[in-house]
């Protein structure tokens, strides 16, 4: 990752406090990538762009921080995420969101702390690897407020895979650099020089992105004041204010990646082989019913890059069991799993990259 750039002579500041406190997210590992990948750039973006998001009709199960918790969530705050976690839902996506009452049984951690005054979150399915007794998502100032129910979106959209879209590479922005140092060196947020370019100085890779375009009404847009961004000349006058709620651009980015879901699933039998054709960032889903109790192995078939999901379904609620991610290797997804008869099971394949031919198969033996 590029190293911020040294002070600049003849800086320009701001001049005045105007600036809002920012989400502070920490540098996000590019994915290991061998050469044959990387020699394909259409697959290494495929893999890049997919790799944080979720398989659609997962459910996320959501907790927050309480008691004598560094993190612990006062009730109004609380009340912001959950309306919050709503407004993302009421576009008509895939995700279900679940709230459970222990932090153990969540994948979205939500904690609030004044001391601390960072908003935050883990991007994607990355927030899988942050450790079980640190928050996922944080908040450090108030979500009841206009700009604060904008935070609040906007860490959930980080939790949905989205990223910055001030760094955008199509944004075409340019910035008053010292001027961005000095304003973000000051309070509310006192950031280093490091954490200033990582968050807003520093482009995201093409490969990052979906689509060609900025939308600096989105969600995920900071604002900022006026005398930090040169061009476009009508935001270095009157600085950048996006409203706060979710764009038009946003809706449209989280209905692709998960779309409402069907729950009629076609059953995919033992020893039957069901070709798929799927387009970068598709997914098929597929329900199993064993006959028979033992372990069974699901697993793709094709030159191809999946994330390949098995869940239980529970009452009506996808439980999930397991998981193999086979992107960038040069072999099939595959899961060994003891199915137990009379039960019901949901497959789930999200496509990366479709390869030469375009088509994968799916089997189950």
């Known amino acids: 990752m590029a190293k911020p750039p040294a002070p600049a002579d003849g800086g320009r500041s701001s001049g005045h406090q105007t600036t809002k406190p920012y989400c502070r997210n920490l540098p996000r590992s590019a994915p290991a990538l061998p050469p044959a990948v990387t020699a394909d750039p259409a697959r290494a973006a495929a893999i890049v762009l997919g790799r944080s998001k979720w398989v659609n009709g997962t459910v996320l199960h959501y907790a927050f921080f309480s008691g004598s918790s560094r993190y612990s969530v006062p009730h109004g705050q609380a009340d912001a995420v959950r309306d919050a976690f709503a407004k993302w839902k009421a576009i008509g996506i895939g995700l279900e969101f679940k ?20 908003s935050a979150s883990g991007v994607g399915r990355d927030i899988l690897n942050i450790s079980l007794n640190e928050p996922t998502t944080v908040y450090g100032w108030d979500l009841t407020s206009p700009y604060g129910r904008g935070t609040a979106l906007h860490e959930l959209g980080h939790v949905l895979g989205m990223e910055h879209e001030h760094q955008n590479p199509y944004a075409g922005i340019k910035w008053h650099e010292q001027a961005v140092y000095d304003a973000l060196a000051k309070p509310p947020n006192r950031w280093d020089r490091s954490t200033t370019y990582h968050n807003i100085l520093e482009k995201l890779s093409p490969q990052q992105v979906q689509g060609s375009r900025w939308d600096p009404d989105s969600i995920m847009e900071y604002e900022f004041e006026p005398g930090l ?20 651009d946003d809706m449209a980015w989280v209905r692709k990646w998960y779309p409402p879901v069907d729950h009629t699933l076609p059953l995919l039998a033992p020893f039957e082989s069901r070709a798929v054709d799927l387009a970068a960032g598709e997914q098929v889903d597929f329900a199993v019913a064993p006959a028979v109790s033992q372990k069974y192995t699901i697993e793709t078939k094709g030159a191809t890059d999946t994330l390949l999901v098995l869940f239980e379904d529970v009452n009506g609620e996808p439980v999930y069991l397991s998981g193999d991610d086979d992107s960038g290797e040069e072999r099939n997804a595959m899961i060994t799993y003891r199915l137990l008869a009379g039960r019901r099971y949901i497959v789930r394949v999200r496509l990366y990259y479709p390869g030469r031919s375009g088509k994968t198969h799916l089997m189950i033996l």
């Open 99 to 118: 709230e459970v009452p222990l932090l153990a049984q969540a994948e979205v951690r939500v904690g609030y702390s004044l001391v601390d005054g960072t």
């Open 229 to 248: 961004i040169d061009e476009p000349q009508e935001y270095d006058v009157n600085g950048l204010t996006p409203p706060g709620t979710l764009s038009a």
